[in-house]
């Protein structure tokens, strides 16, 4: 998972820590690190096409974020449905999206979609 720059600059890495261990997820792995365009590219590349892959880019190299590998039960469902839709107008309230997101792009966290990207995303954040 990544609290997103929003959420860093807002103050809610606290509460959305708390969530995840509320949740009964095992936190195995934390990073605070500011992303550069280079690793932005990398990690959203599955975008390069998009319309908004360059503000993208641009928001997730706007401030700081927190990087987290994170352990449970049916792990990648069970985060994905905390944090609810990527828009977070659309997101059911009470899910952190619906709590803290902005807009569709700074929508406070990101979680792997599927146990395979859930790996290779690990693996750009964190040693084996
Ligand atoms: P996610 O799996 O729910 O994070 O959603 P996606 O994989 O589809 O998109 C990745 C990220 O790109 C989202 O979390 C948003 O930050 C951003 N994003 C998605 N859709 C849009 C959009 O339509 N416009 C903009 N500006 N950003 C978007």
Redesign the pocket.
Same mark, same amino acid.
């Given at each position: 998972m990544i609290i997103?720059p929003d959420s860093v600059r807002d103050g809610h890495i606290g509460h959305i820590l708390t969530r995840i261990e509320e949740e009964s997820f095992r936190i195995t792995g934390l990073r605070y690190l500011h992303l550069s365009q280079q690793q932005a590219e990398e990690f959203?590349a599955i975008?390069k096409e998009r319309p908004?892959f360059d @503000?993208?880019v641009r928001?997730m190299t706007s401030g700081p974020v927190v990087v987290g590998r994170l352990e449970r039960e049916n792990a990648v469902e069970h985060w994905r449905k905390v944090i609810g @839709?990527?828009d977070p107008t659309k997101a059911p309230p009470g899910t952190i999206r619906a709590l803290y997101g902005i807009s569709?792009? @700074?929508?406070a966290v990101?979680?792997s979609?599927s146990v395979e990207n859930g790996v290779i995303e690990t693996r750009f954040f964190f040693e084996e």
């Open positions: 997103k959203y975008h908004f @503000s993208l928001y @839709s990527t569709i792009e @700074s929508n990101h979680g979609d």
